[in-house]
């Protein structure tokens, strides 16, 4: 059977292959993969010393020696995942909030297991979300989330937010905005990284928790606006105490979606993550879920559960806090050292997640095609553009930086904190000649 | 801080959310698993006595006791996917379809790694699909996909197949059709499951393998028609030779998407899968994935890579295949009892896979809603539905079912096919009286 030989149709990419294409962040991937011999201090990977092969190898060992536990690890599970690792993670949940069982709202069939908290955030988005919708997210917010809805054809709009997270004042004003554009119809949720922000570290502040959730319900009039509460980095805290989670501020539980992950303070390579759903939101995820993959990986998750059971991820995260702290405080050092000099130069001393955030004079452009960021790439370090991590509509600081202290030993953060202050200063000098107009 | 206290506002689904609300399929997975004494002939589940305990742990031991690539495996991974599994795994594609890796068209570059092979099917009609777009389906399909396309608002379309997979002839009537039709620019793929495919573990006759390619790209007048071959259950074989996969015969390179798992021959809780793609399908592909999850779990795809590399697969399968084989001859067996004294009751003797697709005569209806339904369900035995697999226009056998040797021993699928014959016989008797019509 010969073919026929004729050149290639075009092949024409569906809607949101278009969408997903004009992602900046991955231009940037493809340029750092390219430049090996770069400090980045940008990607959120997590310390590579610090994962956890022991505990893994002896829950592991116990499982797959265990005949019956072996086998019903090495088989397909269920969509929301396995039942006793769902019991032990909102039990911990619940015990961290301070609320005890009998009297909790949730109970565990609203609990459902995903590939990272990033599947859920895709599931919840799939789940609520058409394409013209509109998701509020704090400005600064997490970039990949961003990119998540842009793909899906959502606008997301950013409200401003100060070292405490997102300002509530801010979020009744851009409603109100909306409602009076004609455009509360189409806002479906409210989207917080509520503890250790990505990118700024920021928790969002304890009294402004319940503040917004009501704020969600009083503008739910023409149709249910959920708070998303991301709480991925909420283990990794280095000072003070943990603060409720906003589910436990949702009184009457119909409103906030809660993604955590044990990837961040556990292991990524294991890649479980989860979500606590309102009622009503349990079926309709479970069925997007149902068509994507009928369910998450099951070994990974009866790992996850015996290293729990075995009581050794308190230990660890013990152990992870230690290593971040010092890891932290050399950039903090570095920061001191080597941009306090730098005039208009400011960050947030974070107290948790991985992330420092920089602000540098307002003229400054760190974009991925300003001077600053070739720069910097010629010294050898690469960084994030704050401007990524802004929603597509809403305030934008074209002069920010994400930093990351996760992946580098302390050594190379040092270095490269040198690097990028030599950058900076350099950029200072010759931009003061330039208005910031000519560089944009 | 006291919340206003409403009722819920209503919770409004999105497109996608109602549309897989409306999944058959979840309707019978609910009545099985609320009547667990019933002996299941629906689920495709693997046998329970068949995962690989040992080869697992060996591998996993391995992996784990060499720090660096414990660490590695723990670690965030990329979003294709560990290099050297995909490496492994296209240097056994190809050597399975008899192909140099010198002068194979495909490289490691356009393979991804994804959660289970269901994962890269859905990435694959993501990149490539709209809302209204149209997949031809061979007549009966995996209703799993079936699913996911109604999810995304695809039409599903049925081409009419033989004992040897779907019919050219049939295709190719389908295609002029719906081209006088006007709706051939509506046309984005075929899905072909190519060996032993789910329901009828029917393998595509292998001539017919390039016409079809050669089919889609002839009809690529309008944009480019790619062939999706589903190849889940190929190492699934208990007689006869392997056949060359229809990727082999893509001459020009850029017409078949292949999609594979390691789930169906070594461990659906890994959940490790794949697809080799065509080269501008890679990076919508991998765009998706990115927004998606940014890699499927790393860790899995390392014990795979250490399974394949102590060469424990090979061995597995062959275990494997022995004691399908015999669950298979037992349920052939029991039909040739059981089945054969029923006058119109045919079925399909499976040479490979998980499947016996039986047809009944045409005026039994098998369907949920049904009196055999019931009737099997009060017997105690459950099967699924043949109508599910049929996509939504074209051909439908609604006297059809699909029954499945994977999970339940030899002894309940002897039991459950007595069962399931005394229903379908007391059927039979009672519908004599009443016509089709009456039960439809």
Redesign the interface.
Known sequence: ?S????D??????????AL??G?PI?ELMHQALSRPELISLAAG??E??T???AP??TA??RL??D?AA??A?????TTAGYLPLREALLDRWLKADGVSPDSAQVSVDQVVIT??S??LL?LAA?????PG?IVLCAAPTYF?FL??LA?MGIRSIGVASDGEGMLPDALEATLAELDEKGELPLV?AIYVTSYFDNPGSISLAE?RR??I??MA??W??????FVIEDAAYRELRYEGEDIPSMLS?D??G?TVISAGTF?KCY?????VGWGIL?R??V??VL??K?????G?????Q?VMHAVLEAGRLDAHIERLRGAYRKKRDAMLEAAEQHFRPLAGVEWIAPRGGLYVWVSLPANIDTGPKGTLFSRAMDAGVLYVPGQYCFPKEGPCQHNTIRLSFGVQPDDRIREGMRLLSEAIAAEMDSSDAEPIEAIL
Not at 73 to 77: R, S, T
Not at 290 to 294: A, E, P, V, Y
Not at 296 to 300: C, G, K, T, Y
């Open positions: 059977m073919q026929t030989r004729v290639s149709a075009p092949y024409r990419p569906s809607r949101r292959a997903a294409s992602q991955s990977f997590v590579q010393t994962l956890p092969l893994s190898k592991i060992d797959l020696t005949v072996g086998r690890a090495l088989q397909y599970g590939a990272g990033n599947q895709h799939e789940s609520m979300l058409d919708d990949v990119g998540t793909n479906k009294e319940p503040q959730i009501d319900r009083r739910s009039r023409r149709g249910r606006i501020f009184e009457a119909d990837s292991a990524p390579g294991l890649r309102p009503d939101l079926k309709p069925e997007q149902g068509n994507l993959d009928f998450s990986p099951n070994f990974a009866h």
